[in-house]
């Protein structure tokens, strides 16, 4: 399984940034998909993600980031708004099967800054 995420960046507080994730390999009959990201002096955290029981998103998100999954193309994509200077950090998109455990992709870098 290998998971591409794409579409970081620098950005202004307040304004919008789309993440991708393209997703390859085996990837039939995953239980999780989703975003975590590791803001500086912080663990990596859930950002957002879809799982067996439907979509969850972190407290913080706070109704501005929206995710989403398009299995026809294999793409994970969290859309951002209102962005925040805290929201700076590298984000990940990760797959996770029972027994076999989580794939992640190689992050990608937001930078919220003006």
């Known amino acids: 399984v290998q998971l591409q995420a794409s579409g970081g960046g620098l950005v202004q507080p307040g304004r919008s940034l789309s993440l991708s994730c393209a997703a390859s390999?085996?990837?039939?009959?995953?239980?999780?998909w989703g975003w975590y990201r590791q803001v500086p002096g912080k663990q990596r955290e859930m950002v957002a993600q879809?799982?067996?029981?439907?979509?969850e998103y972190a407290d913080f998100v706070q109704g501005r980031f929206t995710f989403s999954r398009d299995s026809a193309k294999n793409t994970l994509y969290l859309q951002m708004n209102s962005l925040k200077p805290e929201d700076t950090g590298v984000y990940y998109c990760?797959?996770?099967?029972?027994?076999?455990?989580?794939?992640w992709g190689q992050g990608t870098q937001v930078t919220v800054s003006s």
């Open positions: 990760y797959a996770y099967r029972w027994r076999k455990g989580t794939y």
């Open positions: 879809i799982t067996n029981s439907g979509t």
């Open positions: 390999g085996s990837i039939f009959g995953m239980n999780a």
